[in-house]
């Protein structure tokens, strides 16, 4: 059930935020090309990210070396990643 009235009525401060997390990518060796879901990011490792929830596949490219890994982005979390480069 809602009443209306006519005198006014306090009503509490909502913050609203953006869903998302965080990823903190690094590679063992440093400086490598960060490619999302196939395209290529704005920076380098080592690099913090802003991600919508999800799972994405993360490829790291340095001196002709490729890897690739799957990391899970949970809302209002910070994920860790540290991936090494190997030929």
């Known amino acids: 059930d809602v009443t209306v009235s006519g005198r006014p009525i306090e009503v509490p401060l909502v913050t609203m935020r953006p869903m998302g ?15 999302i879901d196939g395209r290529r990011w704005n920076q380098n490792t080592p690099a913090q990210i802003a991600l919508r929830p999800g799972t994405y596949k993360i490829t790291l490219e340095k001196d002709g070396a490729r890897v690739a890994e799957s990391v ?7 994920t860790y990643r540290k991936i090494p480069i190997g030929r």
């Open 21 to 35: 997390g965080t990823l903190m990518l690094s590679s063992v060796p440093a400086g490598a090309a960060i490619f």
């Open 72 to 78: 899970e982005i949970r809302n209002g979390s910070t």
